[in-house]
C-alpha cells in the first residue's frame, strides 16, 4: 500500500506560481510511475502531468506544456509539480497518484494510489 499526501495548493492571482508537492509513505516511489490529475468545478478529473520511476520520461497535457514541470525525488520519496504562469482555467483540486509501475502513463485507470487532493485556485 502507498498513502499519498498533498501540499502546496491555495489562492494565486493569475501569471503566479504555485509548487504542489506530494509525499508517499508506506513504499518507496522509486518503483512507481507517478502523475498529477486535476478536476476543475463541474468537471471530471483530468490528466496533467506523469513521469516515470527514474524521471527521465515526462508526459504533460497540451494545456499545460510549457508552464509546468513535474519532477521527482526517490531519496525523499517525493513528487512535485512546478506551476508557473497560471491561468485561471488552471484552478481545480489537483490529486498525486502512483501507478503500480515504473512507466509514466497518461490514462486515469491505470494507476492504483490515490492522494486526497489540493485545491489550486487562480484569480484575475
Known amino acids: 500500500q502507498v498513502q499519498l499526501v498533498e501540499s502546496g495548493g491555495g489562492l494565486v492571482q493569475a501569471g503566479g506560481s504555485l509548487r504542489l508537492s506530494c509525499a508517499a509513505s508506506g513504499r518507496t516511489l522509486s518503483s512507481y510511475g507517478m502523475g498529477w490529475f486535476r478536476q476543475a468545478p463541474g468537471k471530471e478529473r483530468a490528466f496533467v502531468a506523469a513521469i516515470n520511476w527514474s524521471g527521465a520520461t515526462t508526459y504533460y497535457t497540451d494545456s499545460v506544456k510549457g508552464r509546468f514541470t513535474i519532477s521527482r525525488d526517490n531519496a525523499k520519496n517525493t513528487v512535485t509539480l512546478q506551476m508557473n504562469s497560471l491561468k485561471i482555467e488552471d484552478t481545480a483540486v489537483y490529486y498525486c497518484?502512483?501507478?503500480?509501475?515504473?512507466?509514466?502513463?497518461?490514462?486515469?485507470?491505470?494507476?492504483?494510489?490515490w492522494g486526497q487532493g489540493t485545491q489550486v485556485t487562480v484569480s484575475s
Open positions: 497518484a502512483a501507478r503500480g509501475s515504473r512507466t509514466a502513463a497518461v490514462g486515469q485507470h491505470l494507476y492504483d494510489y
